[in-house]
């Protein structure tokens, strides 16, 4: 079955198939059972044709990409068909008996590029040695010169700034948007057919994630390569995609064009995941207040600028606001806070002066760019980075100033939930173990007040106690996250630190995680600090926003009012940049901002 849009939308030009997936099945064995990883799929991609392959984590996504590519792993039976366009544009079965095309195949027909750019590149070469690999094996016998012209060309092709520069480079002195561009680069050394991109922009920010998306786009267009896109992003879908395929537990149950699968879905399935997706409603919304007008270049009390910035203009008097102290009654509260990363005169200054305070009981959004501080004010405020100046209080007593037992103690109110939910929890403990080491080694409890402690935190992130003993690979992400969220919690913290505790989630698993946090919130009364790029999730979550830049808070109100009628422009980036799960809705955004 195919999933072409109609021909209005494509040229007769772009008609032949590169890709053609037929009764696809991925078996492996346990021991108490055969598991389908992917049952009967069939769909095509056709050349310049961006076809997303959309579900839950567990539905099968990734596993058929890594079919295509035979990199499946070596105890999955593979049955079915998948033809991928050879050498003599006929389709080729990598599948069938004898040798197996896919040497010559992968990486010059078909080229993939994965979800973290970081860990795909390796960090001891040179962005040009690595990319000259690439060059040499698409072309042997090219010259030294040509491959560097070629790599300068394909680093120009994906608007990477300063190119001659980026290849002396090595990936720790790029940002991730820079380093997911150099991964295009090299995918697309070989002029593919075909491109797989497995989550290509789960871990950027919003306005990096346009970047690559446009990035994306246009080489589609000007190559004719086509994309199989593998997300869970439904904005990303609505931004890029021309086809949608929806999976579940390995089943295709819906395809089509993006604008009917994503605009009238016919099953249930698909009305879920889109009903599950966080959604920042531009326009004027009922039931909301609307900002008040602001003559333009007038002063706006909740917003100000410069190294030593803070915020006011909201409910919690004196909040954010820069000066000597900070607010003793506060959750949290930091005053001029400066961190610096290296020394001497490769010092740079990745904090610039912020001031926030977080009160009991609120849920503050912390966003910007990658790159902007957000997660270091985090590390900075649990003592994983030095601070140069300033001063960070939790429950009025600073952390900064405090000796090493006191700094201790005051650790314990502070709870932390990281980003990935599976590398932050200890793959040899179970569920039990990782919730219950704090409460053993710090609050000395056993027995009957152990067990009952676990009980109650496990239930309150929708556990039971028949999960106790199942270590983290027998956990879904969600279920992992779940458990990372009990455990910050064991020790009831007045501060939690969420760093982009949804961003490695799909749409469905992300909802049933912030249903959770929002309840455990209002009935513990812990303050947060909620870092994340994802504006639609702040907009849903968070009482107030502040924004960061290049180190430095440029604006910090409600929420509804800074992400609804923002005073910065680049607060108005931000948001222009963040996706929307409706097609012709993200093209005509996308249409005014390239005007702009």
């Known amino acids: 079955m195919s999933t072409r849009p109609d021909a209005s939308e494509h040229g007769d030009e772009d008609s032949a198939a590169v890709l053609e997936i037929a009764d696809l099945r991925v078996r492996f064995e346990t021991d108490e059972d055969e598991v389908l990883a992917v049952d009967g799929a069939s769909f095509e991609v056709h050349q310049a044709e961006v076809v997303a392959v959309v579900g839950e984590s567990g539905s099968g996504k990734s596993m058929t990409a890594m079919s295509i590519l035979g990199i499946a792993p070596e105890d999955a039976r593979i049955t079915g068909s998948i033809r ?49 690999e690439v060059v040499r094996r698409a072309a042997p016998g090219t010259s030294r010169r040509e491959v560097r012209e070629r790599s300068l060309e394909l680093l120009r092709e994906v608007d990477i700034p300063d190119p001659e520069g980026a290849l002396r480079r090595y990936p720790h002195q790029l940002s991730g948007g820079q380093c997911q561009r150099v991964m295009i680069a090299m995918a697309l050394a070989s002029r593919p057919d075909l491109l797989i991109a497995d989550e290509p922009t789960t871990a950027l920010d919003v306005t990096v994630q346009a970047e690559v998306l446009d990035v994306l786009r246009r080489l589609r267009e000007s190559t004719g390569t086509a994309v199989l896109l593998i997300t869970h992003d439904m904005g990303v879908v609505a931004d890029l995609a021309d086809a949608v395929v929806v999976l579940k537990d390995g089943k295709v149950v819906e395809q089509g064009p993006v604008r009917q699968v994503l605009g009238s879905p016919r099953e249930e399935y698909t009305r879920t995941l889109l009903e599950a997706v966080p959604r920042l409603e531009i326009d004027e919304r009922p039931g909301r207040e609307p900002a008040p007008h602001r003559e333009p270049g007038g002063e706006d009390p909740g917003t100000t600028e410069g190294p030593s910035q803070g915020a006011t203009g909201d409910s919690h008097e004196g909040a954010g606001r820069a000066g000597s102290a900070g607010d003793p009654d506060a959750a949290l509260s930091i005053r001029d806070l400066c961190v610096d990363y290296g020394r001497g ?26 790159g902007s501080g957000k997660t270091t004010i985090g590390r900075a405020i649990v003592g994983l980075v030095p601070v140069a100046q300033g001063s960070i209080l939790v429950e009025g007593r600073d952390v900064v100033t405090a000796g090493r037992v006191e700094r201790r103690a005051m650790r314990r109110r502070v709870g932390v939930v990281f980003q990935s939910p599976r590398s932050s929890l200890n793959p040899r403990y179970t569920v039990e173990r990782t919730v219950t080491e704090p ?8 027995g009957e007040q152990l067990e009952e402690r676990t009980s109650r935190l496990l239930a309150g992130v929708g556990l039971d106690d028949s999960w106790r003993h199942r270590r983290p690979h027998q956990l879904s992400g969600g279920q992992c996250q779940r458990v990372a969220i009990a455990r910050a919690l064991a020790l009831d913290p007045a501060l939690l630190i969420a760093d982009e505790p949804t961003s490695a989630l799909d749409v469905s698993v992300q909802a049933q995680v912030l249903d959770v946090f929002r309840e455990l919130q209002e009935s513990l009364g812990f303050g947060c600090l909620f870092i994340t790029h994802d504006l639609a999730v702040v907009d849903q979550l968070c009482g107030r926003v502040a924004v960061m830049r290049s180190g430095a808070l440029v604006e910090t109100d409600d929420s509804a009012r800074v992400l609804h009628d923002p005073t910065q422009e680049y607060t108005r980036r931000l948001i222009a940049a963040a996706p929307v799960a409706d097609p012709d809705l993200q093209a005509d955004r996308r249409a005014r901002r390239s005007a702009a």
């Open 84 to 132: 991928v366009r050879g050498a003599d544009d006929r389709l080729v079965e990598v599948l069938g008996d004898g040798p197996s095309p896919l040497p010559e195949l992968r990486g010059r027909r078909v080229s993939m590029i994965f979800q973290d750019p970081t860990a795909s590149l390796d960090p001891v070469f040179s962005i040009g040695f690595q990319l000259a």
């Open 439 to 446: 409460l053993v080694k710090i609050l000395g409890l056993s």
């Open 345 to 370: 005169a490769r010092r740079s200054r990745a904090v610039d002066g912020v001031g926030l305070d977080v009160a009991p009981g609120e849920i503050l959004g912390l966003v910007g760019e990658s």
